[in-house]
């Protein structure tokens, strides 16, 4: 049997692995949902957003950034929405256990890890997320 002939299984048993490595690295991030990653960070008035993002990640720039930007406009100034470049603080994105790009995440006001987005989130799903992390909402 030649190579050329392998070539179809071979990739489906390395497609078969990298989805096996992405669902055990999503099972590891579900672990952080109710968890203090950073103890050392003081408690806020409001929930926050970590925003992971690279240089060269283009869905970063033409989705997720414009999304928060909208998301930004309507939310009071103690919400804060920070960009993390995973080359610049990747201490930061390993302790997020951050594997793709873009990922958000929604700590509450005491920094517990409340929602983790892997890939795209929406401004609509990021403020719905806000809102269970205890942002108040205007009458």
């Known amino acids: ?75 009071d100034a103690s919400v804060q929405i920070r960009e993390v470049d995973v080359a610049s603080e990747p201490g930061l994105a390993r302790r997020y256990r951050v594997m793709s790009l873009p990922t958000t995440v929604v700590l509450d006001a005491e920094q517990t890890v409340r929602h983790i987005n892997v890939g795209f989130a929406t401004a609509t799903t990021l403020r719905a997320q806000l809102i269970e992390a205890g942002l108040p909402v205007a009458a």
């Open 1 to 75: 049997m030649s190579l050329l002939a392998l070539a179809p299984l071979i990739a489906i048993a390395v497609v078969g692995g990298v989805a096996l490595v992405l669902r055990v690295q999503r099972n590891r991030q579900l672990v952080l949902l109710g968890q203090v990653v950073e103890t050392h960070v003081s408690r806020r008035a409001a929930p926050s957003i970590l925003y992971f993002t690279g240089a060269n990640c283009t869905i970063c720039h033409t989705a997720q950034e414009p999304a928060l930007r909208a998301l930004a406009t309507g939310l």
